[in-house]
């Protein structure tokens, strides 16, 4: 586990927030930061530690189980469904675009 991924873990694991309605520019979403949410899906995770080219460790999941969020070692979290997708460079970012409805970034090449 990576010391970008402790920290965000110590601070906010466990923590789960219902959350829906229009937002800004998609649909607002909750989350559920628990790792083990994830159990079961390494090579999902894999495979798109070698698309982003870094080492991704599960936080949980966000919009009802649609899609987990993983962050890398440097802090930036990403939603992983179908593709992988930036939701925000730092945990704050992301969990508020994930609360407020802003719309994540594609990851090219992915």
Do not use: H, T, W
């Not at 070692?73 to 704050?92: F, P, T």
């Amino acid at each position: 586990m990576s010391m970008a991924a402790e920290k965000v873990l110590a601070e906010f694991g466990g923590l789960r927030v219902d959350c829906k309605g229009p937002g800004l520019a998609c649909a607002r979403g909750g989350f559920n930061l628990d790792p083990e949410l994830a159990s079961g899906e390494e090579d999902r995770f894999g495979d798109f530690r070698d698309q982003v080219g870094r080492d991704l460790f599960p936080l949980g999941e966000a919009y009802k189980g649609e899609v987990f969020l993983a962050i890398d070692d440097i802090g930036r979290v990403y939603l992983l469904g179908d593709r992988i997708q930036l939701a925000g460079a730092r945990i704050y970012s992301a969990l508020d675009s994930i609360l407020v409805g802003r719309l994540p970034r594609d990851i090219a090449g992915a």
